[in-house]
């Protein structure tokens, strides 16, 4: 992918998605996150600023939480936890 291919598919990605950070643009677009900086840096693209290391804690934080978890009892009397009811 030439240099300008790669400019017009990181400004083609974060037109289609405003809140995406570094690594979701790198990941989007296929290219390595070295690639991503290396065209930054030359001022072809205007990146989001890196996140801080509370915003990612966040961030990965909730990818890792369920959409909802919530007690039942099943017809059998047992008690169990379902995920995303």
């Known amino acids: 992918m030439s240099t300008e291919q790669t400019v017009k598919a990181i400004n083609d990605y974060m037109a289609n998605n405003p809140r995406a950070n570094r690594t979701e643009i790198a990941k989007g677009v296929g290219i390595s996150n070295y690639m991503l900086e290396k065209v930054n840096k030359q001022g072809l693209v205007k990146l989001p600023a890196p996140l801080s290391f509370k915003q990612s804690a966040q961030v990965s934080k909730a990818k890792r939480k369920p959409e ?18």
């Open 68 to 85: 909802a978890v919530k007690f039942v009892i099943n017809p059998n009397k047992k008690q169990v936890w379902q995920v995303g009811a």
